[in-house]
């Protein structure tokens, strides 16, 4: 089976750090480290094995190539392939203002 590296953009970071933020804030520090763990860990997983599986994003279709989006829990992962890495472009969750 091919594998795909995955890596976050700086964009993707910061988004994923301010939600990180925002669970300190209501679940405490502890549950939101697991939860954050949890997400890079399924967010890999999925990506580097199966990519172009998941759906094109509806983002896809004002950018120049392919955005596609993987749902995890209220999350949306917004990605693209190039060649065999997958880069994540944004987080977007119920709180970031964007969808």
């Keep these: ?3 795909y590296d995955v890596e976050f953009s700086d964009i993707a ?5 301010e939600s990180i933020i925002w669970g300190i804030e ?3 520090e502890e549950a939101t480290c697991r939860w954050a763990r949890d997400f890079r860990d399924k967010a890999r997983q999925q990506l580097s ?3 172009l599986g998941q759906a ?3 983002e896809s279709e004002s950018d120049e190539g392919e ?3 993987l749902i995890l829990g209220r999350y949306r ?3 693209e392939v190039i060649g065999k890495t997958v880069n994540i472009l944004h987080i977007r969750g119920p709180f970031s203002g964007t969808g």
């Design 1 to 3: 089976m091919n594998r």
């Design 13 to 17: 970071e910061t988004e994923l750090i």
């Design 26 to 28: 209501v679940w405490g």
């Design 49 to 51: 094995r199966f990519p």
């Design 56 to 58: 094109l994003a509806p």
């Design 67 to 69: 955005v596609r989006q």
């Design 77 to 79: 992962v917004l990605f």
